[in-house]
């Protein structure tokens, strides 16, 4: 059962909020990398929209989108990822008809037909949540421990690329953040693909547990690459490093 607090705005926002904008992605065109996150957890969770949003003052700012073209932002009290900022865990809604969150206005879920919501904050390394990365469905649905876990594990990856994001962009590595754009990339589109495979076979990977197993250790993949591409910024340039802690 998620415990929510009593108010949407948390008492930290404006710490928060000063997090935020030091990563400078708040109202920034798409760029591939992220949209692949999106792709891979609506393949992964085999469902029609995934969202990975930044929280701002007042509105929502959807950083990439799949499943719902020309979603760009929504005010902050519309939006369930204003919620799923509010606490680490995964926050989940099966049937929003039956059960919706108490701290959003319901109108906007209810209009765009949404039933099924589950959000994983992005938590910066000093502890605030900007963002989530989000699965959304049209149908009631369950999530298992293992999707959950799942979902968390790929917040934190694309929070960690957020990290990378600004880290090369601040040291001036415009163009090596493209080759480790394109890195990432692949590794991620690999990974869709075999999402894609699996949930072929069985409708979505946590149906089985050594599928949901394989999925995760690809996962170490891309968790291995962003050590290593921070670590070698963090070599290059040791004083955007510590802003960044």
């Not at 415990?3 to 404006?14: H, Q, S, V, W, Y």
């Not at 589950?118 to 959304?136: F, Q, T, Y």
């Not at 960690?160 to 953040?177: A, C, K, N």
Request: charged letters at 20%.
């Amino acid at each position: 059962m998620d415990t929510l607090p009593d108010e949407l705005i948390p008492a930290n926002d404006a710490h928060r909020l000063r997090t935020l904008h030091q990563y400078r992605i708040l109202n920034t065109t798409p760029e591939p990398v992220f949209d692949e996150y999106v792709a891979l957890a609506a393949q992964l969770f085999n469902l029609p929209i995934s969202l990975i949003s930044l929280v701002n003052e007042q509105e929502v700012f959807f950083k990439a989108n799949t499943g719902m073209p020309g979603l760009e932002r929504v005010d902050r009290p519309d939006s369930l990822c204003s919620a799923a900022v509010l606490q680490d865990k995964v926050l989940s809604f099966e049937d929003l008809s039956a059960n919706s969150c108490q701290l959003i206005n319901p109108y906007m879920a209810q209009s765009a037909g949404l039933r099924f919501y589950a959000g994983a904050a992005l938590r910066m390394p000093n502890g605030d949540n900007i963002g989530s990365l989000c699965v959304i469905g049209r149908e009631p649905r369950a999530i298992t421990a293992g999707e959950e876990a799942l979902l968390m594990d790929l917040a934190d990856l694309a929070s960690r690329t957020i990290q990378l994001r600004q880290l090369m962009l601040d040291s001036g590595q415009l163009r090596e953040w493209q080759q480790v754009q394109a890195e990432l990339q692949e590794l991620l589109h690999d990974n869709s693909a075999l999402a894609r495979y699996l949930t072929s076979r069985t409708g979505t990977v946590s149906a089985n547990e050594v599928d949901l197993r394989g999925v995760q250790q690809r996962l170490q993949v891309l968790h291995r690459s962003l050590d290593r591409h921070m670590a070698e910024v963090a070599r290059l340039s040791p004083s955007a490093n510590q802003e960044n802690q």
